[in-house]
């Protein structure tokens, strides 16, 4: 009960007197103690602002360390606190300057905000967040069905040093988003590509959900982490029997025959494209190898044709740039926070 009565004034004080749920899905967030409900946010990250259609997190907790007594018994207390990772779904093209940055590590940690509005676009709360740092990228399943809006969409995760929840004063104004290229459009339809030098890739049908994780490598010094590199997680795309024709020949020579050094990787580019089939964003691998190429068939009768061969290859490095954003969009200034020394 002492516990439970200290980690509830903690919790209180670190996030004010309001506690508020949020999902990354579609449908309207409510906040349990005022009665009102949340239908739009404004993201705020280095100088570039955007509505987006969802976020979750910035929470403060209470670190629990638990002691053992002389007499056996376990003495639990609160010790420092921490920040719930926040997670935002974004459209392709917001937040291009930040992104890139980030996946070419001249962008380390930036301040933000979350604005959170009603019904009647009224702000109602801010959240100031100092420290932030895209920690992963999360792109859409990619096929020619019909999605809904939000489905288009990707989630990126931030880590976040500080969190402090303000009830804005009741004048406060919103401050505007950030205006982009009338010349281009800002709302990705679903439309891709997907390449690799030497290959006939035209026919792929599905490509699974692609992730982005940043790899944060242990201090010499201490116990503390910094930022590293980036992981992609697999590329695994459907491609119809008749068109596999290369990608078979490919996993027999990398995967049977072994020849599978660095010379025998390749590279492959995935752009999302608008409508005229210029590129938004950009996803360029290089040291791909083939892992499998399997046939993905029914085993009961009369069931329906194969959907094709499932392949699944490694990526060892990713660059992400969007090619045709003008120049003053790409080299927006960004607060960034001074590096941590290790």
């Known amino acids: 009960m002492r516990l439970g009565r200290l980690v509830g004034r903690v919790l209180g004080i670190s996030l004010g007197v309001v506690a508020v749920g949020f999902s990354l899905g579609p449908g309207v967030n409510r906040d349990t103690n005022t009665g009102f409900d949340f239908y739009h946010y404004l993201v705020e990250i280095g100088d570039e602002r955007q509505m987006v259609s969802a976020l979750d997190g910035g929470f403060v907790s209470g670190n629990v360390v638990s002691e053992q007594t002389p007499d056996g018994s376990n003495n639990k207390h609160l010790s420092g606190t921490s920040v719930d990772p926040v997670r ?25 905000r979350i604005y959170y509005l009603d019904e009647s676009s009224r702000l109602r709360l801010q959240r100031d967040l100092k420290g932030m740092l895209l920690r992963e990228l999360s792109l859409p399943s990619l096929n020619w069905a019909g999605k809904n809006p939000w489905e288009l969409e990707m989630v990126a995760t931030f880590d976040v040093d500080q969190s402090t929840l303000i009830a804005p004063a009741p004048e406060a104004s919103l401050p505007t988003a950030t205006a982009g290229d009338p010349n281009r459009p800002r ?4 439309s891709w590509m997907f390449s690799i030098p030497g290959m006939e890739t035209s026919n792929a049908a599905v490509i699974e959900p692609i992730t982005l994780k940043r790899q944060m490598v242990a201090s010499t010094k201490d116990a503390s982490t910094k930022p ?18 290369e990608f078979i020949a490919w996993h ?9 050094d660095d010379k025998h990787e390749r590279t492959c580019v995935l752009d999302l494209i608008d409508e005229n089939r210029t590129t938004l964003l950009r996803f360029a691998g290089t040291g791909v190898g083939i892992i499998s190429c399997k046939l993905e068939q029914p085993i009961t009768p009369n069931a329906a044709a194969p959907l094709g061969y499932r392949i699944e290859m490694y990526v060892e490095n990713v660059q992400v740039s969007d090619p045709n954003a003008p120049k003053n969009i790409i080299n927006a200034p960004i607060k960034v926070l001074p590096a941590t020394r290790f």
């Open 88 to 112: 935002v779904r974004m459209q392709i093209q917001q937040f291009t300057p930040f992104l890139t940055g980030s996946f070419n590590n001249t962008i380390g940690k930036v301040d933000g």
């Open 187 to 190: 709302e990705w339809k679903g």
């Open 228 to 245: 590293g590199g980036w992981n992609c997680s697999n590329i695994v795309l459907t491609m119809p029997p008749g068109g596999a024709g």
């Open 252 to 260: 027999e020579d990398f995967v049977i025959k072994g020849n599978n």
